[in-house]
């Protein structure tokens, strides 16, 4: 394998340890103050699915020698549109941000344009660029074919959970553009409060 690849899969498995070490401190912050967790074990399973597609990655990028190509090009672009996807949830959800699906009390929902206009940004616009981009780069073909269709059921499971969560603490939540003010908590009110789209792994 080229040097120059190697080191782009160090990078970015480097900054997926550090967004994980993010979201155990906001998680361990938030448990502190109340919060509840919901599918523990599809985060588990969620984990073990990201850790197997980036070890995969590695093993058959080692195995074909892969040397730069065009995709690669293809895989950097779609890597770093995921990372500037990440960024902007950190932002808009900042201590709320975990992989994991938490519901916090004395909030309510993100109703930013990027929670409005995109249902669940940080798997879409975040996790499947990053997993698809990293295939391209280590020109990972296999995994990318095999093991994307995998992750997805995984992922699929996480979304539908995440669902009947948010129905079940915010009755708005079926409609995607929901005005601004529809959901806002009256002041001194406690309510509950999700950690929006987590990550999806992690």
């Known amino acids: 394998m080229h040097p120059l690849l190697l080191t782009l899969f160090i990078g970015a498995l480097a900054l997926r340890v550090g967004s994980v070490a993010v979201s155990m401190r906001h998680e361990k912050a938030l448990k502190a103050q109340g919060a509840k967790e919901y599918g523990r074990s599809t985060s588990h399973l969620l984990a073990a699915a990201h850790t197997l597609f980036y070890s995969g990655a590695l093993v058959e990028g080692l195995w074909r020698r892969t040397q730069p190509t065009p995709w690669t090009l293809v895989g950097l672009l779609l890597y770093g549109l995921a990372i500037l996807a990440l960024v902007l949830v950190w932002r808009e959800l900042k201590g709320l941000w975990t992989v994991k699906l938490l519901i916090a009390s004395d909030h309510h929902l993100n109703q930013s344009a990027l929670f409005r206009w995109v249902r669940h940004p940080n798997y879409f616009l975040n ?8 295939a391209l780069i280590m020109g990972a073909w296999l995994v990318l074919v095999v093991g994307l ?4 059921l995984v992922l699929r499971r996480r979304i539908v959970q995440e669902e009947q969560v948010m129905r079940e603490h915010f009755p708005h939540y079926v409609t995607l553009r929901v005005p601004p003010r529809a959901q806002e908590t009256p002041r001194g009110q406690p309510s509950s409060s999700r950690q929006d789209d ?3 792994t992690h």
């Open 149 to 152: 269709p995998l992750y997805l």
């Open 198 to 200: 987590g990550s999806g």
């Open 127 to 134: 996790i499947l660029p990053e997993l698809v981009g990293l």
